[in-house]
């Protein structure tokens, strides 16, 4: 289906950003899933942690949801022995400090979105992913 096979979960419900993001991660060859609901991705990763669907090999996790804070995605998978080590990269156009600061709960990359374009934004998957 692609070449690299990497899975990435897009959880945001800004249309205008999953477009963008879409885009430059199909053309970098990545299976993309969106999410735009906080309860639809606990939900998921309550799959994945009940091993009925398998784990995407990285999160982009929006904290502002239209049903939930996106920390509490970021609980789950961060507190279960099966997710923990999936890669979570925020991706906020907030300032978070107790997120930022949380010693039990950090994801991997805090980003805010208007500092990174899409395109630097792939890189550092790939980097991340050691696909460079």
Known sequence: MNQNGKKVLLIEDDKAIIDV???IFKKDHFDVEVISWGK???KKMEE?????????DIVLLDLILPDINGVEVLKTIKTNNITKNII??????QESPELQQSTDIKPDKFIIK???TPTQ???LIKEQLKLE
Request: proline share 4%; no cysteine.
């Open 21 to 23: 993001y879409e885009t």
């Open 40 to 42: 639809e991705a606990i």
């Open 48 to 56: 994945v942690q009940a091993q009925k669907e398998a784990a995407p």
């Open 88 to 93: 979570v990269f925020v991706l906020t156009n």
């Open 114 to 116: 208007a500092n990174v």
């Open 121 to 123: 934004l792939s890189k």
